[in-house]
């Protein structure tokens, strides 16, 4: 089973940026898509941003969309999250997670399989 461990959360104030890391071990051939979702405290889960292990599209929420950019580096299994132009609504912990695809669905839970720890991304000044 695929696990991930996320790294390069922290404090930011905003307008500023956080880039966050994802390392996924225990290589699999299925890694069809991998994304992040955070859920801050008394909230729901919500996605933010997924891509497609196999060709590398992409898909945000709409919230993020202009401000974080997802990529992926399949030599090492690193998936990573650009953050800019951080808000203080951004403020969340943010998981690495498994899923059956990238698209719509997705930013809703859809085909979720595994997730990381997470890490806390804190957006205040």
């Known amino acids: 089973q695929v696990q991930f461990v996320e790294s390069g959360g922290g404090l930011a104030q905003p307008g500023g940026s956080l880039r966050l890391s994802c390392l996924a071990s225990r290589f699999s051939s299925d890694l069809d898509a991998i994304g992040w979702f955070r859920q801050a405290p008394g909230k729901e889960r919500e996605g933010v941003s997924c891509i497609s292990w196999r060709d590398g599209s992409t898909y945000y929420r709409d919230s993020v969309k202009g401000r974080f950019t997802i990529s992926r580096d399949s030599a090492t299994q690193m998936v990573y999250l650009q953050m800019n132009n951080l808000k203080p609504e951004d403020t969340s912990v943010y998981y690495c997670?498994?899923?059956?695809?990238?698209?719509?669905?997705?930013?809703?839970?859809?085909?979720?399989?595994?997730w990381g720890k997470g890490t806390l991304v804190n957006v205040s000044s």
């Open positions: 997670a498994l899923y059956d695809s990238c698209d719509r669905v997705t930013m809703y839970g859809g085909g979720l399989r595994t």
